[in-house]
């Protein structure tokens, strides 16, 4: 099928596995940046949150073979509550999403987009992380939307992206460089970004914090769920002449390499030390299989490994 033959041309997830999980932890461990994520095998058990994970005070889960391909952000209140109760049925990813040191107050102060962003913690005038906490407002946001992004650690960007510019912002440096890598050029959906606040330490008792953006995730096809998201890809799918033969006949040559590059990911994450070549081989045959890791996996916010 596709641009070249009789069947219509796909602008969609051009496979299952281009819309599961996978797709994530191949764009993390490739940039070697991304949230720190957790996977889970269906029925497991989790007590306690892992240590890589126990520095978040809200989550985004995302259960493995969901339909929709949608997170659910979730407050460690119920976290291991709602990830348990997942467990029974599905296996699990969990991301962390918003630091515990991180203050509602705090938050809104940080700048939504732009270039790394480094805020002076302790000291006079400075952001003294966890001493100027809003409850209230914290309590107002988690009733407003409990399980949805939050704008100020979230950022979505259109597919293709706008020609590079000089005023050009880390999220869209990111952007870029997962575009590039990925060959979505052609591509209709987004790229959604997530922020990464991280504490470091100095002399004389204070710490600074640095905010970057960090890759969450790549969806194909057009939004139907934001009007002016939808909008907008439309218009870069006129501007980019994406629906012409050539560039659809390009984008099918591009996704058909990335699925070669993502199995290859999948097959040097599920074969164990021994590795079962026969089963990993029938299993990639089913182009409807999502491919459940065989075992625990991590991003430890560089690269993917077992756990």
């Known amino acids: 099928g596709g641009a070249g033959g009789g069947s219509p041309p796909v602008i969609g997830p051009p496979s299952p596995l281009a819309a599961s999980p996978w797709l994530r932890l191949m764009i993390y461990n490739d940039v070697g940046m991304g949230p720190i994520s957790v996977f889970f095998a269906k029925g497991s058990r989790v007590n306690l949150m892992p240590t890589i994970l126990q520095k978040f005070k809200r989550f985004m889960l995302l259960p493995w073979g969901d339909s929709k391909g949608e997170a659910t952000v979730v407050h460690k209140a119920e976290v291991l509550y709602v990830a ?4 029974t049925t599905a296996a699990l990813l969990i991301q962390g999403y918003e630091p515990s040191n991180l203050s509602y107050a ?29 409850k209230r407002g914290e309590d107002i946001q988690r009733i407003k939307s409990p399980n949805s992004f939050d704008p100020f650690l979230t950022q979505t960007l259109p597919l293709p992206l706008p020609p590079a510019s000089p005023s050009d912002t880390q999220a869209y440096e990111i952007g870029r460089k997962i575009q590039e890598h990925l060959a979505l050029a052609g591509a209709v959906g987004y790229i959604r970004l997530v922020l990464d606040v991280r504490e470091e330490k100095k002399g004389g008792g204070t710490a600074s914090m640095s905010s970057v953006w960090v890759p969450f995730e790549v969806r194909f096809g057009v939004p139907l769920f934001d009007p002016d998201l939808n909008k ?13 033969k050539e560039s659809l006949e390009k984008h099918e040559k591009s996704m058909d390499d990335l699925l070669k590059k993502l199995k290859s990911f999948i097959e040097s994450h599920q074969q164990g030390e021994d590795g079962d070549a026969a089963l990993w081989a029938e299993e990639a045959s089913d182009a409807k299989a999502l491919l459940l890791p065989r075992r625990s996996l991590v991003f430890d916010g560089s690269k993917v490994r077992p756990f």
Do not use: F, I, Y
Request: proline share 2%; aromatic share 2%.
């Open 232 to 244: 907008e890809a439309c218009k870069r799918m006129a501007w980019g002449g994406l629906l012409e």
């Open 84 to 87: 348990n109760q997942t467990l």
């Open 106 to 134: 705090d938050r809104h102060r940080m700048p939504a987009s732009g270039r790394n962003s480094h805020l002076s913690l302790g000291g006079g005038g400075g952001m003294v992380l966890g001493h100027r906490t809003s």
